[in-house]
Nanobody
């Protein structure tokens, strides 16, 4: 059984930083592309960032470019999302997800495994 467990969310002031972590178990991590998604209250869930299985390719949603960094440690079965210069509009539940797709995957429906999410709240 594949499980994804996120951690690292919390309350931070605008301009602050958080690092989210997501640990995968139950499947070979290095064969999976990974992504971070977020869902704000009353809004649809959208992709934030994605990384290929090797870590060699990444994708960022336009509003987080230059502020967020996705990375992975295949030895630890973990994907990270470093979030700097946080803004109130970054407030959301952040989910990590895994895909069997080769290369970068930005289509949400192609992600097969999902974590429960971690709340990030940015105060102004």
């Amino acid at each position: 059984q594949v499980q994804l467990v996120e951690s690292g969310g919390g309350l931070v002031q605008a301009g602050g930083s958080l690092r989210l972590s997501c640990v995968l178990s139950g499947r070979t991590f290095s064969n999976l592309g990974m992504g971070w998604f977020r869902q704000a209250p009353g809004k649809e869930r959208d992709i934030v960032a994605a990384i290929s299985w090797s870590g060699g390719n990444t994708y960022y949603e336009e509003s987080v470019k230059g502020r967020f960094t996705i990375s992975r440690d295949n030895a630890k079965n973990t994907v990270y999302l470093q979030m700097n210069s946080l803004k109130p509009e970054d407030t959301a539940v952040y989910h990590c997800a895994a895909t069997l797709s080769v290369g970068i995957e930005v289509v949400q429906s192609n992600y097969r495994f999902w974590g429960q999410g971690t709340q990030v709240t940015v105060s102004s």
